[in-house]
Every structure is written in structure tokens, then in C-alpha cells.
């Protein structure tokens, strides 16, 4: 063992597998580095998933016939609502009672873990 090798080994923390140079520093920045990227990813969707349901209209301005449901034509214009619709349109009716469209906001914005 020479001089360098005894001397990391002596300060070594206990229980600590010993420090395998430059590759395991460079490992831990690139696992650092993607777990940042992650949380920086899921905070952008959850903004924009904020910003996608606040620029939803209400369900009685979506109604525009006034027949207490949105069928598709009524929401052709909204992409965030027409993409899920048959996901809202719980009894495949093809139109959204308000009890459906309530579940709106949880398609876009699941709720949070604990």
C-alpha cells in the first residue's frame, strides 16, 4: 500500500467503503445532478398544470346551450378540457355533468403526496 493509499484509508470514516477517486465523484455529481433535474421538471409541469386549469372557463360558460352539460363541441376550443374528456366523462355519455367536470382539476392537477 503506498503512501496516499494509507493515508485516505486512515481517514476514512468508519463503515465507509473507501473512496474510489474521480469516477465516484463524477457518479455522485451525475446522480445529484438528475435528481435536480427532476424536481426542476416536476415543479415546471406542476406550474403549467396550474396555469392549464386556471385558464379554463367555468362549467356554466363552457355550457353554452344552457342544457346542464358540455358535450365536445361546447369545449373544442379549451385543449386542456377536450383532452381529457373521455377521462371526465365518467358514464361515457359523451357529454360532462358538473360532477364530472369537478373531476377536472384532479385529472390536471393530481392531488399531492405526503
Known amino acids: 500500500m503506498n503512501h496516499h493509499a494509507r493515508i485516505r484509508e486512515e481517514h476514512r470514516a468508519p463503515n465507509t467503503a473507501p473512496c474510489r477517486g474521480p469516477v465516484t465523484r463524477r457518479f455522485v455529481v451525475l446522480v445529484m445532478g438528475l ?14 398544470a396550474e396555469a ?16 346542464g352539460f358540455i358535450n365536445k363541441d361546447e369545449i373544442e376550443t379549451q385543449p386542456a ?34
Open 35 to 48: 435528481a435536480w433535474s427532476a424536481v426542476v421538471q416536476a415543479d415546471d409541469l406542476a406550474a403549467e
Open 81 to 114: 378540457v377536450a383532452r381529457r374528456f373521455e377521462l371526465m366523462d365518467a358514464n361515457a355519455d359523451q357529454k360532462l355533468d358538473t360532477g364530472e367536470f369537478a373531476r377536472l382539476e384532479t385529472l390536471i392537477r393530481p392531488p399531492a403526496t405526503p
Open 52 to 67: 392549464s386549469l386556471s385558464l379554463v372557463p367555468t362549467f356554466e360558460v363552457l355550457d353554452s346551450d344552457n342544457d
